[in-house]
């Protein structure tokens, strides 16, 4: 079925849903590890590891790491990462962070994903402002996703970032991402023509059914050339997302959730805790 080209229309529509059954949106097979704990402290501490532990496979093969955050409770999430004994063996001067969605607000909004980033881990470990890659917060939605995908371009072209040779699109090291209730990745909203989006590498929403509502965000493709994907989910309010993700059944009727879709080109790690993990 035809869907509206979301590179023209992309701003503001919601989309017509058509019937699930006509939407073929089956991402690729790709290499996936569910990983269950009793509790959100024990999912912090193994993704502590698991991040130093990519850190020091991804600087030793090319000589840095690119790391691309999310906002929700991801943060408090890595607060181990930033305790002994990784803060002092983890290599953070080769680290280049970047966001795979934004809130369009201002830096220091507490609506920022940034903010939340830079207060929680960021501003608490020795990694270089020129290797921080926030958004300019002046612009407009469009203007600012245009912009973040600009600079993703130039970084491409000096070799900084290299590209995906399966699908041409931007190849980030580690993506750290979590999903909603309602199985939204990023700013990737199920009812959101983003959500199609192929050629673009940053789009931008201005009416997120999640508020704040203008925001930028990857788009899958990028997403899904990431090298790897930790997929951290705690809570029993997204019980209901992991098993329809994880179970692979669609409900009767129910839209597709976009966190269904996501399929990086190595391995994808679910860190789970037993609230999120209780409906499998």
Not at 107 to 133: E, M, Q, R, T, W
Not at 207 to 232: G, H, L
Not at 248 to 260: D, E, F, H, R
Request: proline content about 8%.
């Amino acid at each position: 079925m035809a869907l509206a080209n979301p590179v023209d229309n992309q701003s503001n529509n919601v989309l017509k849903c058509p019937s699930p059954a006509s939407m073929d949106l089956t991402p690729r097979k790709c290499k996936t590890n569910v990983r269950k704990f009793q509790s959100e402290e024990d999912v912090a501490k193994a993704l502590a590891k698991y991040v130093a532990d990519l850190s020091e496979k991804y600087i030793r093969e090319k000589g840095y790491f690119s790391v691309v955050l999310s906002g929700g409770t991801l943060i408090h999430t890595l607060r181990k990462l930033v305790e002994c004994p990784y803060k002092g063996s983890v290599d953070w001067s080769k680290w280049l962070i970047f966001w795979v969605d934004e809130r369009v607000v201002p830096l220091n909004s507490p609506d920022s994903n940034y903010k939340l980033a830079y207060d929680g881990f960021l501003s608490k470990v020795p990694i270089s402002p020129c290797h921080i890659y926030a958004i300019n917060d002046k612009l407009s939605p469009k203007a600012a996703a245009d912009n973040y995908e600009a600079r993703l371009k130039n970084l491409v072209n000096k070799e900084t970032i290299p590209v995906s040779d399966a699908s041409g699109f931007p190849k980030f090291d580690l993506m750290l991402l979590g999903i909603g209730p309602d199985g939204h990745v990023a700013s990737l909203f199920p009812t959101r023509l983003q959500r199609f989006e192929k050629k673009r590498w940053v789009s931008f929403i201005t009416d997120s059914p999640k508020p704040p509502p203008e925001r930028i965000t990857f788009t899958f493709p990028v997403i899904n050339s990431a090298s790897e994907i930790a997929m951290v989910v705690t809570g029993a309010e997204l019980a209901d997302a992991v098993k329809i993700t994880l179970g692979g059944v669609l409900p009767t009727g129910l839209t597709p959730l976009p966190c269904m879709e996501v399929s990086p080109e190595e391995e994808l790690t679910w860190f789970l805790d037993k609230d999120a993990a209780s409906k499998l």
